[in-house]
């Protein structure tokens, strides 16, 4: 079963109900212990990085459960919107350090280059590095976004996916059984339903 961790900065409502459309068994935790029993975690988020860190680091308990089921047990890890960018070492937007699973860095859209910022709306998001998560979306899948900071991975072959809003920027990526999408999938229609499809069937 696929336990959304509730750590009060996530829209769960809607990615519940996304993952019942496609006839996927989906649970809200936040109790470390019954996210032991997760077989797939997905981190969802909207708000500030230092804000969402906080929530994971002063929950007793909840971020060595995250860590177990992350890198030691190696389970699938779905990062949404600021959940993705939790999964870098940090952001421009504070001070705490990231989860630091993948090697990247998330950084503010430039200012001065005449682009309204949050990037809000519809984009397209080119698949790059072929992977599960990425099967059968197209060669220009478009995706609902909401950001102000965006994620910039150290590796190429970490960059599942790229979007350009004024640059170009990582807007999926992936580390073995750790993913993360800058777009919102619970919004996007038949290409967000099919990457929920994706990471349910890893």
Known sequence: MITIVDYGMG???????????????ARVEIDPEAIQHADKLVLPGVGAFD??????????G??????????R????????CLGMQLLTRGSEEGKLSGLGWIPGDTTRFPKGSGLKVPHM?????????????????GSEPRYYFVHSYCVHVDDSTFSLMR?????DFDSAIGSDNIYGVQ?????SHRFGLQILKNFAEL
Do not use: D
């Open 11 to 25: 829209n769960i409502g809607s990615m519940l109900n996304m993952f019942k459309r496609i006839g996927v068994k």
């Open 51 to 60: 804000a969402a860190m906080q929530r994971i680091n002063n929950t007793p």
């Open 163 to 167: 979007t350009r809003y004024g640059i």
């Open 183 to 187: 777009f919102h999938p619970e919004k």
């Open 121 to 137: 709306g519809w984009n397209i998001a080119q698949p790059r590095t072929p992977n599960m998560l990425t099967a059968e979306v």
């Open 73 to 80: 047990e190696r389970i699938p890890v779905l990062g949404v």
């Open 62 to 71: 909840l971020r060595e459960v995250l860590q177990q089921k992350a890198l």
